[in-house]
């Protein structure tokens, strides 16, 4: 081989590679992330590959590979693979999270980052505690539409940070074209799964032969993908034409660009859509994973209402600016993006030239995957790595700090999520302010007896608890007042 051998892997079938094995793995119940460690250990190597139908994908098990090549040579280590059916087929590309790495991603990322990066964020700091109020009364109700609460409020606060969406028939019709439009993702269940991803001259099959379901399924749900990227999109120019917009990113940046709009309209409206795919089902899974978390160990729920009422006291909400003052709350949801992160690969990366790493050669065209799962539970970087322990991120006599995961939660390099600071605040008000005012507790089952918390989490591309029911019972007749009012006084 030119640049020397390929990093070590299994090698499977000449030709297929590990076609049936990979195609296996996507319903087996040992899950992928923890595949690649084990072929970490067996071929002694934190740097792993194998390739499917000549297609390579490389897999960075350690800290120290992705800091070497994801970022320090991010250069050539940021495209992001040729997704043939979701983007070729299926329309995707608008997506930020599926461009291609060029100026035209560049435009796009540096347009979302001005609204997403930690100065800015501070100004949705309103919009995050309507939609914890809004949140209270939902949770003393129904507690068991949980999900579904967490769910709007996720998703409230990026439309409204996007599009300026108040009203709950605008969340609804959008948060619907979503559902409908990722489950078609989901269905094509990631790259590889279909063989244009292979072999893209598949593409251009006529859409009538009797191999081409494909085809004709993908150009149906790219109906879906395309009505996501410009029905909320029509709807907000209409109004910003009608001058009876709520003040917000997209309306911001028409006024912007209002001498541009030919080259700027896209980039406005594609980020606008990218926002709210990328943040609002991962929000989710943080927040219902914190409060499984804390129901499962009720022991850390007691320390940090303590730490809340020592600091705060009990006639008023946590708030963001109380965050340094309760580390001990505020690391609830560090840990629980370390012990169980949101996505346990990152997105994957793709090489656009040809590399030699520790005398391995990764050639240009190769996809690149940081297992994020490995390094957070790394025990030389988390001593036990498997006990949920929020102390870990907390300062404290002869204690050091462990590093803190959204070096690595959020993926990498130049790719790294731009939309963490938002997600951060968003969870961490959430949970302080349920934990200031209630007790998280096993929900009943008919006898009154409660029923066990298990922490079980899906295994897909956003990682989420499996659906699970809790009750929220308020600390006292003060802290009912406070989910009352929230922060509407
Ligand atoms: C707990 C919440 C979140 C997690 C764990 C998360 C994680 C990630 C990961 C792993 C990636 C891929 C990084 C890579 O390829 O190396 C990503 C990309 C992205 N995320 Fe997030 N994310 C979260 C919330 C958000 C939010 C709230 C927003 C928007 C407001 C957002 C916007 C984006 C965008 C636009 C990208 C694509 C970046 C690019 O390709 O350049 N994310 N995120």
């Given at each position: 081989r030119r640049g020397g051998p390929l990093p070590p892997g299994p090698k499977g079938l000449p030709f297929v590679g590990l076609l049936f094995e990979f195609k296996a793995w996507a319903t087996s119940s040992k899950p992928k992330w923890k595949r690649y460690c084990e072929m970490s250990e067996k071929y002694n190597s934190d740097v792993v590959s194998f390739q499917v139908l000549g297609d390579r994908t490389v897999v960075l098990n350690s800290v120290k590979a992705t800091t070497d090549l994801l970022e320090k040579r991010s250069s050539i280590y940021s495209d992001r693979p040729p997704l043939h059916m979701v983007d070729g087929l299926m329309g995707w590309t608008f997506d930020i999270n599926h461009m291609r790495y060029n100026d035209k991603w560049r435009l796009h990322r540096k347009t979302f980052h001005q609204y997403f990066q930690p100065r800015s964020v501070p100004q949705y700091y309103p919009f995050e505690r309507t939609a914890v109020t809004a949140l209270f009364p939902k949770l003393l109700e129904k507690p068991d539409d949980l999900r579904a609460h967490i769910k709007t409020l996720a998703s409230s606060l990026v439309l409204r940070v996007t599009y300026g969406f108040t009203t709950e028939e605008e969340n609804e019709y959008f948060v619907a074209l979503v559902d409908r439009a990722f489950g078609t993702i989901l269905d094509v269940g990631g790259r590889g799964n279909y063989l244009v991803d292979y072999f893209p001259l598949l593409k251009s099959i006529p859409t009538w032969l009797p191999g081409a379901a494909f085809k004709r399924k993908a150009l149906r749900w790219r109906e879906y993908s395309q009505e996501l990227r410009d029905g909320p999109w029509k709807m907000i120019r209409k109004s910003h034409a009608e001058g009876t917009a709520v003040h917000c990113f997209a309306t911001e940046n028409m006024d912007k660009f209002s001498g541009e709009m030919d080259e700027m309209e896209e980039i406005i409206r594609n980020c606008s859509a990218s926002a709210y795919l990328a943040?609002?089902?991962?929000?989710?899974?943080?927040?219902?994973?914190?409060?499984?978390?804390?129901?499962?160990?009720?022991?850390?729920?007691?320390?940090?209402?303590?730490?809340?009422?020592?600091?705060?006291?009990?006639?008023?909400?946590?708030?963001?600016?109380?965050?340094?003052?309760?580390?001990?709350?505020?690391?609830?949801?560090?840990?629980?993006?370390?012990?169980?992160?949101?996505?346990?690969?990152?997105?994957?990366?793709?090489?656009?030239?040809?590399?030699?790493?520790?005398?391995?050669?990764?050639?240009?065209?190769?996809?690149?995957?940081?297992?994020?799962?490995?390094?957070?539970?790394?025990?030389?970087?988390?001593?036990?790595?498997?006990?949920?322990?929020?102390?870990?991120?907390?300062?404290?006599?002869?204690?050091?700090?462990?590093?803190?995961?959204?070096?690595?939660?959020?993926?990498?390099?130049?790719?790294?999520?731009?939309?963490?600071?938002?997600?951060?605040?968003?969870?961490?008000?959430?949970?302080?302010?349920?934990?200031?005012?209630?007790?998280?507790?096993?929900?009943?089952?008919?006898?009154?007896?409660?029923?066990?918390?298990?922490?079980?989490?899906?295994?897909?591309?956003?990682?989420?608890?499996?659906?699970?029911?809790?009750?929220?019972?308020?600390?006292?007749?003060?802290?009912?007042?406070?989910?009352?009012?929230?922060?509407?006084?």
């Open positions: 943040g609002s089902d991962t929000t989710v899974g943080l927040i219902l994973s914190s409060i499984l978390l804390l129901m499962y160990y009720p022991e850390v729920q007691k320390r940090a209402q303590a730490e809340i009422d020592a600091v705060i006291g009990d006639s008023r909400l946590p708030d963001h600016s109380d965050r340094e003052r309760i580390p001990y709350t505020a690391a609830i949801i560090t840990e629980a993006l370390r012990i169980y992160p949101i996505g346990r690969l990152s997105f994957p990366h793709y090489t656009t030239e040809d590399d030699i790493y520790e005398g391995h050669f990764i050639p240009k065209g190769t996809a690149v995957l940081g297992n994020i799962w490995a390094i957070l539970h790394d025990e030389s970087i988390y001593p036990d790595p498997y006990k949920f322990d929020p102390e870990r991120f907390v300062e404290g006599e002869g204690r050091t700090v462990q590093p803190h995961p959204k070096t690595w939660a959020f993926g990498f390099g130049r790719r790294i999520c731009p939309g963490r600071w938002f997600a951060l605040d968003t969870a961490y008000l959430t949970i302080a302010c349920i934990l200031a005012t209630c007790h998280i507790k096993c929900a009943l089952d008919e006898n009154g007896n409660e029923i066990p918390a298990k922490l079980e989490y899906t295994q897909g591309l956003i990682n989420h608890p499996k659906p699970y029911r809790a009750r929220f019972v308020p600390r006292s007749a003060k802290a009912l007042n406070l989910m009352k009012q929230g922060f509407e006084h």
